[in-house]
């Protein structure tokens, strides 16, 4: 049975949704699967990143996410040095700004993690030296938050985090491998959906930006994404509307006009699907 590691065993008590541990070097661990998800930056040595039935070769600069489900481990360790940033994706701001509009942050977090099996690892980011220093140095930061933890010291560590994330995503614009050039195309529709969600977006757009055929576009993005690239674009207008619901007094009408809809009919029974409840049923609570 695969060891799960636990939130409780790993974070802070007071529950802040970040840890940096460092393995300098890394020792034997056994193959486990988090509660929690890792951005892991190989700082030195070789060794391979067992996940599951497949392994890849690590090395110095190779940078990639772990996902809380996805089963890892690391052998053949020759002076392996690496970095984990732990994080819980649901405790943090990952919508604040334009992060979501960066394709490097959608082909890192999401697009990656869900082809590397297909690609054998060779759409990774890998840090060049100038970046790798700057990554650290943004790291150092965030443990130096963690490990005083005096006030305020929530907000620097996040902003930092946020920092780093940001800093990776550009990285990932720059990486020049085939399969990485073909993630970041894609995650240019995933970015240009999260920019423009209010505007027409048609699938022959978004296929014709990705740069493959229709059916691999298509095949792709439910992969990586959990849903096709309309459903996306659906729920991303939804999120949207919820927000407005709950901040605004705009009329419905408006507001899924506001989010990308032309007929608030539609609208309505979209959001009655996803959501559960009408928008007006929504609504009601936080306008008592």
């Not at 060794?47 to 772990?66: A, C, K, P």
């Not at 709950?246 to 408006?254: G, Q, V």
């Amino acid at each position: 049975m695969i060891r799960r590691l636990k939130k409780q065993d790993w974070f802070h008590p007071d529950g802040f949704p970040i840890v940096v541990e460092r393995r300098d070097p890394q020792e034997p661990f056994g193959l486990h699967c988090h509660e929690f998800s890792e951005i892991v930056i190989i700082t030195g040595g070789h060794g391979r990143h067992i996940t599951g039935e497949d392994s890849y070769e690590l090395t110095t600069g190779d940078t990639f996410v772990i996902g809380g489900d996805r089963p890892h481990d690391y052998l053949n360790m020759d002076q392996l040095s690496l970095i984990n940033i732990l994080f819980d994706p649901d405790d943090l701001p990952m919508s604040l700004c334009d992060l979501q509009s960066l394709p490097g942050y959608h082909a890192l977090f999401n697009l990656e993690p869900a082809w590397r099996k297909r690609h054998q690892f060779t759409s990774r980011l890998q840090l060049n030296a100038a970046e790798m220093a700057e990554a650290l140095q943004i790291v150092d930061e965030i443990d130096k938050e963690l490990q005083s933890r005096g006030p305020g010291f929530g907000v620097m560590a996040m902003t930092r985090m946020l920092q780093l994330i940001t800093f990776l995503a550009r990285c990932y614009g720059r990486a020049q491998s085939p399969e990485s050039k073909q993630l970041y195309r894609l995650a240019g529709s995933i970015s240009h959906i999260e920019h423009n969600f209010n505007q027409p977006i048609t699938l022959d757009e978004l296929v014709q930006m990705s740069g493959m055929s229709r059916r691999s576009f298509i095949r792709t993005f439910e992969d990586a994404m959990g849903t096709s690239p309309i459903n996306y674009l659906i729920q991303r207008r939804l999120r949207e509307a919820c927000h407005l619901l709950k901040s605004t007094h705009r009329s419905i009408t408006d507001i899924a006009f506001d989010v990308g809809f032309s007929d608030s009919n539609y609208f309505s029974r979209q959001f009655r699907n996803m959501i559960g409840h009408s928008p007006r049923e929504y609504r009601k609570p936080f306008k008592a």
